[in-house]
Nanobody, 121 residues
Framework: QVQLVESGGGLVQAGGSLRLSCAAS???????LGWFRQAPGKEREFAAA???????LYADSAKGRFTISRDNAKNMVYLQMNSLKPEDTAVYYC????????????????WGQGTQVTVSS
């Protein structure tokens, strides 16, 4: 069973950038990976995903601003977030994708504990 630990969250001003990291306890080279986020009072929503082959998928809200990447040698997945907006404030989670489509939360397992991102206006 893979364990995931997110890091890199924090407080940033609107327009700023953050890079989230997700460290896996085991090998992830054979797994798709995704980032989701949950804002206060809202359901968890898809942000980005990356396949084993490096193909990426983004939520409309993330396109052009977020970049997901992976380093299989280090068992890491990253989410580079630029041009951050107050509405990006949320707890961000990474997870292992088990099946497609990768923008569906129910198709993921082995969720991390999350990292808080707060964007001030």
């Amino acid at each position: 069973q893979v364990q995931l630990v997110e890091s890199g969250g924090g407080l940033v001003q609107a327009g700023g950038s953050l890079r989230l990291s997700c460290a896996a306890s085991g090998t992830i080279s054979h797994s798709a990976l995704g980032w989701f986020r949950q804002a206060p009072g809202k359901e968890r929503e898809f942000a980005a995903a990356i396949t084993t082959g490096g193909n990426t998928l983004y939520a409309d809200s993330a396109k052009g601003r977020f970049t997901i990447s992976r380093d299989n040698a280090k068992n890491m997945v990253y989410l580079q977030m630029n041009s951050l907006k107050p509405e990006d404030t949320a707890v961000y989670y990474c997870a292992v994708g088990l099946r497609i489509p990768l923008n569906f939360e129910r198709n993921y397992a082995y969720w991390g504990q999350g990292t808080q991102v707060t964007v001030s206006s």
